[in-house]
Nanobody, 122 residues
Framework: VQLQASGGGSVQPGDSLRLSCAVS????????MGWFRQAPGKEREFVAAIKWNSQTWYADSVKGRFTISRDSAKSAADLQMNSLKPEDTAVYSC?????????????????WGQGTQVTVSS
C-alpha cells in the first residue's frame, strides 16, 4: 500500500490550503484515513481521521477550521484547511489502516505517506 500526500505550501494567516492523500496498492474503501502533523521540535500530533462510512474525528485545535473528506472514485482523502494560523505550521502526513484501534493514535496506523510542508506566516 502506498500513500502520496500533496498540496502543501506557504500561506498567510487566514488563508486556506487543501491537502490530498492518494492511496494505491490497496482497497481504499477498507481504510480509515488519518492526517497527522509534526512541527519542529514537537511530537507528531493527530489532526483528523475519517472512516469508510464517513465518520470523522478531529483534534480540538482544528475543529471548525479543517474538514477531512474521502473520495472512493479517486482513492483519496483530502484535508481542507481554512483560517490557517501560524501554529498550524508543520509537516503534514497521511496514514491508513483497515482497523486502527484508536483513530487518533499514530501508532494505530500501518501505512504512511511522505510528509508535505505547510507553512503559515505573515
Amino acid at each position: 500500500v502506498q500513500l502520496q500526500a500533496s498540496g502543501g505550501g506557504s500561506v498567510q494567516p487566514g488563508d486556506s490550503l487543501r491537502l490530498s492523500c492518494a492511496v494505491s496498492g490497496g482497497i481504499f474503501d477498507r481504510y480509515v484515513m488519518g492526517w497527522f502533523r509534526q512541527a519542529p521540535g514537537k511530537e507528531r500530533e493527530f489532526v483528523a481521521a475519517i472512516k469508510w462510512n464517513s465518520q470523522t474525528w478531529y483534534a480540538d485545535s482544528v475543529k471548525g477550521r479543517f474538514t477531512i473528506s474521502r473520495d472512493s472514485a479517486k482513492s483519496a482523502a483530502d484535508l481542507q484547511m481554512n483560517s490557517l494560523k501560524p501554529e498550524d505550521t508543520a509537516v503534514y502526513s497521511c496514514a491508513a489502516d483497515s482497523s486502527p484501534y484508536r483513530p487518533g493514535l499514530s501508532r494505530s496506523y500501518r501505512y504512511w505517506g511522505q510528509g508535505t510542508q505547510v507553512t503559515v506566516s505573515s
